[in-house]
């Protein structure tokens, strides 16, 4: 059995049956004239809806084809309607009760179509998300027997992903920290942004975001399973500190990042952010000398 025909498909197809097909297969035994109109009937009333959508939405050369097409159904709803029965009332008698079933064919079969699409669907979905999950765990194995590789990967998907977003109007370099091969868990990629006269700092809180999230999320998909921290700072700050290596430290400990490692998943969906904050500069240890006595 395939994996989107599930047992209750079973139940569903029951109920379509006794609901759907017997009320239809009930009208033909009794009255197979009277088949064509309720179905015509309710392409009628489907086209008159629809229609009246088109006739108020759309512009009028659109319209044309929808008129036909409902002039058209109509006129075969009528004749189908003088043929049905024998007299006026046998004739509205069958119309009402082969529209009726029809109605019900149609509601029963398009649920069951409807969740055989959904079931589908998910089945589908899962398939391609346990072939995904395969590859990841290959590019894993594949960068762990060889760390130097992230540098690599790393690399790549920090450029794929500035060359596809052009994040921070294109006023922005990236310089990373950490080592990916020998300690991937403290690796930060920093924007540094120059700024217009016209630009503030605080309002680029949703792009840094952007960039913490959609940078980890291609790095886990190539293999690379720990979070890479995101800052930005603007780039007269770095300029007064006397260049990057002051300012962020030989090693990039110097300055803690707005979207550290460690962010939460509660933090990633908060939906409504702060005005971006200059990044904090950690206070430097001093080193006492020791009393020579």
């Known amino acids: 059995m395939p994996r989107w025909l599930k047992m209750s498909h079973l139940y569903q197809f029951v109920v379509f049956g006794v609901f759907g097909l017997v009320p239809l297969m009930l009208v033909a035994w009794k009255n197979a004239r009277a088949l064509p109109v309720g179905l015509l009937a309710f392409l009628s009333l489907s086209v008159v809806m629809f229609g009246f959508v088109i006739l108020v939405m759309s512009k009028p050369g659109n319209r044309t084809i929808p008129l036909l097409a409902g002039v058209v159904v109509l006129v075969l709803a009528v004749f189908a309607f003088l043929i049905a029965g024998d007299d006026l009332g046998s004739r509205i008698g069958w119309s009402v009760v082969s529209l009726a079933a029809w109605m019900m064919a149609i509601n029963y079969g398009g649920n069951l179509i409807d969740n055989i699409k959904r079931d589908a669907g998910f089945a589908k979905s899962q398939v391609e998300r ?16 060889d760390p130097t590789k992230r540098h690599a990967v790393l690399a790549a998907q920090l450029s794929k992903y500035v060359e596809s977003w052009k994040p921070f109007l294109n006023h922005a370099r990236y310089i990373t920290f950490g080592d990916p091969a020998t300690d991937p868990e403290q690796v930060t990629v920093w924007a540094i942004l120059s700024l217009t006269e016209h630009q503030r700092f605080d309002v680029f809180n949703h792009e840094l975001k952007k960039l913490f999230t959609d940078l980890n999320h291609s790095l886990r998909k190539e293999g690379y399973p720990w979070a890479v921290a995101a800052g930005a700072v603007d780039a007269r700050d770095v300029a007064v500190a006397g260049g990057d290596s002051r300012f962020f430290g030989a ?11 460690t962010t939460t998943q509660a933090k990633l969906a908060e939906p409504l952010l702060p005005p971006l904050q200059p990044p904090e500069r950690r206070a430097r240890s001093l080193t006492i000398p020791a009393d020579p006595s």
């Open 130 to 145: 346990i072939a995904e999950e395969a590859e990841v765990a290959r590019k894993r194995a594949e960068l762990d027997a």
């Open 251 to 261: 090693d990039g400990s110097s300055v803690s990042p707005q979207w550290p490692a």
